[in-house]
């Protein structure tokens, strides 16, 4: 990585944790395939929501590398051990922050491309479309906040450049909180529109539970 770091034994809890991410990342590669197959067995065409969740997989496996290589480098140890580990824990901080920003922006436009392609109310329509305008500029936000939140660019990762430095833990937590917000306006879009369908009380909400069992992944 360009510098010398000290190799850490991976502490239980951190072990633990990335064996979980890495069975959902399984699991979710495992559902983008069998949604890839089923559309070509179908006979049905890919969209721009199928393109936009394939690009994701890639994203989420990167972000799962990234976290493989923390826990090597000190991840739940004492800041006093790890130390000689400071660069290279920063570098892979901006690596996961950059990665991050782009996977969930992904994923989001992918699920409101669903949307338009399923969907032909034209308020639905209209409002998932002004979703997806806050969405890009959310994201973009995102992104370039990970460039600009030092100048030099540098001291975003190496400790020992001199710059000045925007509050990051702020920038973080506003990151989560839009992250939020960003999901529920978007799972919630589409159940007005559910429940104005002609179909059986139990078929909506069993409609209604799908789309807001996602609510239970944002952070």
């Not at 067995?41 to 969740?53: E, K, P, V």
């Not at 920063?90 to 992918?110: H, N, P």
């Not at 308020?123 to 305008?133: D, E, F, H, P």
Request: proline share 4%; aromatic share 10%; glycine share 8%.
């Amino acid at each position: 990585m360009g510098v010398d770091y000290i190799y850490f034994e991976t502490l239980p809890q951190v072990q633990a944790h990335l064996i979980v991410n890495t069975v959902l990342t399984f699991l979710a590669t495992g559902c983008v395939c069998l949604r890839i197959v089923t559309r070509f067995m179908s006979g049905a065409r890919l969209w721009w929501d199928d393109y936009l969740i394939i690009a994701s997989v890639p994203q989420g496996i990167g972000m799962l590398v990234l976290q493989g290589m923390y826990s090597k480098v000190g991840v739940g140890y004492p800041i006093t051990e790890t130390l000689p580990n400071l660069k290279v824990i920063l570098q892979m901080l901006v690596a996961y922050e950059l990665i991050f920003s782009v996977a969930i922006s992904t994923i989001k436009l992918s699920v409101m491309m669903f949307y338009l392609r399923v969907f032909v109310n034209q308020g639905l329509r209209l409002a998932v479309k002004l979703v997806m305008a806050f969405v890009g500029l959310w994201s973009l936000g995102n992104i370039l906040q990970v460039f600009l939140i030092c100048r030099p660019f540098a001291a975003t990762y190496d400790p020992l450049v001199k710059g000045e430095c925007g509050n990051q833990v702020a920038s973080f937590i506003a990151i989560g909180a839009f992250n939020v917000v960003t999901d529920v306006l978007i799972l919630t879009l589409p159940i007005r529109t559910v429940w104005g369908l002609s179909m059986s009380v139990p078929a909506k909400v069993g409609l209604t539970g799908v789309f807001l069992i996602g609510l239970m992944q944002s952070p």
